[in-house]
């Protein structure tokens, strides 16, 4: 959509794809570096009795950094993204029951499995096969959700 | 410890350098979560980029598994728990719009009240998930 709407056609569309790739792999080397695709560092990490890891708050904190200076600016700069007419922020700011539920319910699987879905992914095209069990209870825990709320959950 | 700590500093640099030029190309949020969902039906989206973005993503993990094996870490569980952590994980993640991307990262740089309720809640849920069942180094 974002290709035709901005009337640059398939140039756009291939251009979309390949930055879209190329933040993907960026995406995935930050994960790998910062130790979120190692479910044992995730779990010591979370787990604050015995001998806690706190190492991983800095992956959080260094993202942090980085990103919101980065968006403050190009939202200062910009009328319009490269390759899309228009900047898709959320904005909902009520907290329902939904938002605390569904983290609750994430910050459970998270804290069990030591994955969250990107270090999940990442490490299901490592090859590794919990991690590919994983994606593929996440999707259908996802596909799952939409059923749910279609039916008026 | 100390190397742990920068590794993990230049591993969210990455990410917030990643998640900032998805909103200057193409003013996304980078959740992962949910844009893994919204590749799945009913949606009526734009699929391209986003499957684009999941194979740049799972190349870093094929190219890791060649050249830096010990990046991606066993599993602490067996895979009855696993799948039950991801139906958890997929379930929760899109029944609360985002995860540890989209809230955690994103979220918090915007100062988004949904977001901070959102991390403060899953990262409570997952201490008190991980301190009664452990397993970690």
Same mark, same amino acid.
């Given at each position: ?29 930050? #994960? #790998?570096?910062?130790?979120? $695709? ?5 779990? !010591? ?12 708050? &800095? ?25 899309? $007419? $228009?900047?898709?922020?959320? $904005? ?8 605390? #539920?569904?983290?609750?319910? &994430?910050?459970?699987?998270? !804290? ?21 069990? &994983? ?19 | 410890?100390? @190397? ?14 990643? @998640? ?14 949910? %844009?893994?969902? @919204? ?41 009855? /728990? ?12 899109? %029944?609360?719009?985002? *995860? ?5 990262? *994103?979220?918090?740089?915007?100062? @988004? ?11 409570? /849920? ?12």
């Amino acid at each position: 959509m974002s290709a035709t709407v901005t009337g640059c056609g398939a140039r756009c569309g291939v251009a979309s794809a390949l930055l879209a790739g190329l933040v993907g792999a960026i995406f995935g080397a930050g #994960l #790998l570096l910062g130790g979120m $695709t190692d479910p044992a560092k995730v779990v !010591g990490f979370l787990d604050l009795g015995g001998a806690w890891d706190p190492s991983l708050a &800095f992956v959080m904190g260094g993202a942090i950094a980085v990103y919101a200076p980065l968006l403050a600016l190009v939202r200062r700069r910009r009328q319009m993204p490269w390759v899309d $007419t $228009t900047f898709h922020l959320p $904005t909902r700011r009520d907290v329902d029951v939904g938002l605390v #539920l569904g983290a609750a319910i &994430f910050g459970v699987g998270w !804290g069990l499995g030591g994955l969250c879905p990107g270090p999940g992914l990442v490490s299901a095209a490592a090859g590794h096969t919990s991690a590919i069990v &994983f994606v593929l209870a996440m999707v259908i825990g996802m596909a799952g959700q939409h059923v749910w709320a279609r039916r008026g959950g | 410890m100390q @190397s742990s700590w920068m590794y993990a500093l230049a591993g969210g640099g990455l990410i917030g350098l990643a @998640s900032a030029l998805l909103f200057l190309s193409h003013g996304r949020i980078a959740g992962i979560s949910g %844009l893994l969902g @919204s590749l799945l039906p009913p949606q009526p989206i734009d699929r391209s980029w986003r499957l684009a973005f999941f194979v740049g993503l799972g190349l870093a993990g094929v190219v890791a598994a060649a050249v830096a094996p010990t990046a991606v870490g066993a599993s602490v569980r067996s895979s009855t /728990t696993v799948a039950i952590a991801g139906l958890l994980v997929g379930f929760g993640t899109r %029944l609360g719009s985002g *995860c540890t991307s989209g809230h955690g990262v *994103c979220g918090l740089s915007r100062l @988004s009240p949904r977001s901070m309720v959102a991390v403060a809640t899953f990262m409570a /849920t997952g201490a008190l998930t991980a301190s009664l069942v452990g397993g970690g180094s």
